[in-house]
């Protein structure tokens, strides 16, 4: 394996391990260092800041100050920012001082802890009450290493609040009096850190001013600073356009690991877009919901940008509003529920379905005439019960004056429905039961002759041959016409 590809290689190894996602093209961005890993950072046994801080004086810090001079005294053309990003030198000053920003930012993490780990010793108790590390520099300075801090002029450097606070405990703080080299490190650290805030607020001006004319639009929606670092991962505004929505949020992701002791976490799938102020301003829970949908809006942006249209970001603004919306309809609360009152009670007849269908059901499930006759009961006279000890049920007018228990055929309507079949069966039935009861119950079938004695024979047979002959030759009463028709047959 030759030694060019044994480089590759472990480049790609270092990448994976502290980088996120880079594409081809694209400028690996700057490490940011977390501010619990500058917490536990012991820098009080360090006399020279220098040793820890090395960024200042840099050629690389200087070189970059210089192009962002020149820049800012002859600025390129809009035709020249419309260039692709390997053909304009000032995309690559602008990716680079973005870069250099964020570890200026680091080391003023850095010489905040070192002044704090040497001005401890004379006053503790100002790391609680001043958090912020520019407000506590310029505190160290006014405060200085008099012996009676109480006679200080902090007006103008901390809050009314604040200032009472540290007054008060300045007169019972524990901390002793520096001596004169660790005095003139902190001051020196102090200076460090007062030149690297004013090179940090530099480059801020310099890279939001051209990147609201490289991107307007993709800078109104996650902001100048996110904006240069995602062209910088990204290779340019073009690869950026032509991403899709659902990779752009995964730009600049880190693969950070816990050292140590360290109880820094890094959120998975998360990278510059989750930097942005639009997603930082969102609620927890819903920020990794939304930086999918900010991922998918810069996509938009990006290809405005591209196409230079909309130049003076209006678009930008219109998907941010859009964005901002939608992060409320997420964010409100559930509506309330309201009781509901009842309805007015209404007196009148309720309404009834009609037609075919609903009488049909009405009168098959009617009062039976049975029914209504038991509910009937005769003045002045008592009902009969039917029934056993106090089981027992009234009559009512049931079999008043026929002495018949069966009721009435009722009204036709409200008859229970038969088929065809089951009405010649009922009709067969009923037939065979009249036909029945006209014989007599002593009728037999055997008859007694002189010559065969006994003989069987078929009483009802016979009586029916007999009805048959006479139906045929005398059932008809009627003359009949002899001659021909329309003669007269007068005698």
Known sequence: MSEAEEDAEGEEAEADETGGLVLEGGMKPADELDAEDVQQMDLGGIEDVNSVAKLEGSKRMADILKEIEKYQANPSTPEAMSLPAHLNPEYTLIVQANNLSVDVDNEILVVHKFIRDHYAAKFPELEQLVPDPAQYVRAVRVLANTEDPTKADLAGVLPPAVVMSVLITATTTSGQTLTDAKWVAVEKACDLADKLEEARKKIFM???????????????????????????????LGPLA????????????????????????????????????????????????????VGAKSVLAARM??????????????????????????????????????????????????????????????????????????????????????????????????GKVRAGMGEAKSRAKLSKANKLRTATLTRAAQGGSSTSGTATSLTVTPVQGFELTNSAAAAQRVKEANERWFASGNFSFVGQKGTSSRV
């Open 206 to 236: 310099y890279v939001s001013s051209r990147m609201n004319v490289l991107a307007p639009n993709l800078s109104a929606i996650v902001g100048t600073t996110t904006a240069a670092k995602l062209l910088g991962v990204a290779g340019g």
């Open 242 to 293: 032509k991403m899709p929505s659902c990779n752009v949020h995964l730009l600049g992701a880190q693969k950070k690991m816990t050292l140590g002791f360290s109880s820094y976490t890094q959120r998975r799938h998360t990278g510059f877009v989750f930097q942005s102020d639009l997603i930082q301003q969102t609620p927890a829970e819903y920020q990794l919901k939304v930086q999918r949908t």
């Open 305 to 402: 940008d591209l196409e230079r249209t909309r130049r003076d970001g209006s678009y930008g603004e219109e998907l941010r509003e859009k964005i901002e919306k939608h992060i409320d309809r997420l964010a409100a609360p559930p509506p309330a529920k309201t009781t509901k009152a009842l309805p007015i009670p209404n007196d009148g007849p309720k309404k009834r379905r009609g037609g075919k269908r609903a009488r049909k059901a009405k009168e098959a499930y009617a009062q039976t005439e049975l029914r209504k006759l038991q509910n009937r009961m005769a003045f002045g006279e008592a009902e009969e019960e039917v029934g056993a000890f106090d089981q027992t049920k009234g009559l009512g007018m049931i079999g008043v004056g026929t």
